[in-house]
């Protein structure tokens, strides 16, 4: 299957910070890639949608000044959490649709945040 | 508002035991219906969809069900294995929306020996 990556696996960081996640289709060109957290014993929650050059699409609630979201290219998105704060703590997971399955979304490993 | 509701946070079955997991939905709009599993800190991945125009979709020992008018899927693993043990999430969509998800709360699976 396709194989998603994202980096760094897990970061710690001071309150007012700005942290960058990177999401990475390694073995195919993603159309188009989603981002969503997941709180603890929570569901996962989408949080926006990007297409390859074009701005995100934010859900409702998700503030876009916040989690600034780039697709630069048609393998690499970005998430960067600027000043982050303790409740900007959570699981932040990455997905990308695109290649041969149209239908399905390929998952990144997630990426851990933990703000003091 | 939780479109997608999977009302057992966990379940234990026994090793070569049928293993059910249950979700509903309330939109009627979602047409297709996917079942991912999960680890603890790492992505979902992958098991088994359902278009709704089907009822029934096995791919080994994973076979889903679609009932639509009750808005209800379900997931059975038989038989189960110790390597089964997992969160599952289901999730719904509008395939004509940009394919986003909507995904349950998960529900922990563990299979005993």
């Known amino acids: 299957g396709a194989v998603v990556s994202q980096h760094p696996s897990w970061v710690i960081c001071k309150s007012g910070t700005s942290v960058k996640i990177e999401c990475r289709s390694l073995d195919f060109q993603a159309t188009t890639m989603f981002w969503y957290r997941q709180f603890p014993k929570k569901s996962l929650m989408l949080m926006a949608t990007s297409n390859e050059g074009s701005k995100a699409t934010y859900e409702q609630g998700v503030e876009k000044d916040k989690f600034l979201i780039n697709h630069a290219s048609l393998t690499l998105s970005t998430l960067t959490v600027t000043s982050a704060h303790p409740e900007d703590s959570s699981f932040y997971i990455c997905?990308?649709?695109?290649?041969?399955?149209?239908?399905?979304?390929?998952f990144g490993p997630g990426t851990r945040l933990t703000v003091l | 508002d939780q479109q997608v509701k999977q009302n057992s946070p966990s379940l234990s079955v026994q090793e070569g035991r049928i293993s059910i997991l249950n979700c509903d939905y309330t939109n009627s709009m979602f047409d297709y219906f996917l079942w991912y599993k999960k680890y603890p800190a790492e992505g979902p991945t992958f098991l088994i969809s359902i278009s709704s125009i089907k009822d029934k979709n096995e791919d080994g020992r994973f076979t889903v069900f679609l009932n639509k008018s009750a808005k209800h899927l379900s997931l059975h693993i038989v038989p189960s294995q110790p390597g089964d043990s997992a969160v599952y999430f289901c999730?719904?969509?509008?395939?004509?929306?940009?394919?986003?998800?909507?995904f349950g709360k998960g529900t922990s699976l563990l299979v005993t020996p």
């Open positions: 999730a719904a969509r509008i395939s004509n929306s940009g394919y986003a998800l909507n």
């Open positions: 997905s990308a649709r695109g290649g041969r399955a149209l239908d399905e979304q390929f």
